[in-house]
């Protein structure tokens, strides 16, 4: 008797690719000095064991990476004190989970990266920086290990990426031209951080570059935690499509 095998591998083509390219730029962020900090508000365990994995360097001569599991009930306020701009968000999480929805969001405002684990119907395209997905509708995929084979290869090819020292620095393209066309037309996202207390005061705001002042008569009134759109030192349109259950 011959038993026909026709289930998918555990990890397919396109989700090898996905994995390589999140595990290289995520070597790239350690080499520079990142944080991995790890939220999982359905699945806590693998939030724990997504830290565990990376701080811990069970094989002889690998690095212990900085990585911190975030389990509070508000993993968005949680993110927002503790990571810094260079650092990397990675989740696991269904696509409608409310509070990673949000992280996403915020995560350009607080310079952070982001890393998306998860099964079922997929993020829309660009919900996060690397979205490590598995095509599924079985609600057991959580629970059945294939998560967990996810981050053990992502943590696996992080390490062979130290392997090759000369790939992780990337020279910073520097702008020489006093009003640089580029720069001036950059739209960035801004979180309040405190918001102006009379008319014509300014907002203190997050950017990915770091707290700055930026002009928001355009909006009107804007409120801490709000997320706008700056163009030249003002903030020029509010994002407003929080996730139901967040802010």
Known sequence: MTTAFTDAPLIDEALSADLAAAAFALARRFDGGATLWVISPQWEPHAHHIAVEFVHPVIMGKRALPSV???????????????????VVIAVASADQPQVLDAMRRAPAWGTDTIWIGSGPRPPAGSADHILWVPSDDPMVPATGRFVL??????????????HPGLLTTQAAECTDEHCVTCGDEGRIAEVILAPTAALDEALVRTAAGEEYIDVTVLGTVAVDDLVVVHGGTAIARLDDAPEGTR
Request: with cysteine.
């Open 69 to 87: 599991a975030l389990v509070e009930p508000d993993p968005v306020a949680q993110c927002r004190v503790a990571a810094r701009p260079g650092d």
């Open 150 to 163: 996810m981050y053990h290869l992502l943590w696996e090819l992080t390490h062979v990426c130290f392997e």
